[in-house]
Nanobody, 125 residues
């Protein structure tokens, strides 16, 4: 059974940083593509990072100069380092897995099978 759990959200001021983690189980990480998404108020879900089964990563153009995605296979986790955060990036951040998801940017939500419960990020001005 697949289980994903995000952590690391919180409140920061504009320009601050947060490091999100996604712990996973029940996944063969070398066969699954993963993704990071966010849901901000009044906007559709946004794909932030696509992580290929070999660990390659693509980041959305809106964040690629400020965010970094990594995978820690020893700890069964994904990480999303977010720097220079902006108030409009406040929202809920999710990780997801997709055995058949294509490795592309932006990642498409409908291709992902299992989702974590999300972690809240609040950026104040």
């Amino acid at each position: 059974q697949v289980h994903l759990a995000e952590s690391g959200g919180g409140s920061v001021q504009a320009g601050g940083s947060l490091r999100l983690s996604c712990s996973y189980s029940g996944i063969n990480i070398n066969s699954y593509n993963m993704g990071w998404f966010r849901q901000t108020p009044g906007k559709e879900g946004e794909g932030l990072a696509a992580i290929d089964s070999d660990g390659s990563t693509r980041l959305a153009s809106a964040v690629k100069d400020r965010f970094r995605s990594s995978r820690d296979d020893a700890k069964n986790s994904l990480n999303l380092q977010m720097n220079s955060l902006k108030p409009e990036e406040s929202g809920k951040y999710y990780c997801a897995d997709g055995r058949l998801a294509r490795y592309r940017m932006p990642p498409r939500e409908e291709e992902f099978d299992s989702w974590g419960q999300g972690t809240q990020v609040t950026v104040s001005s």
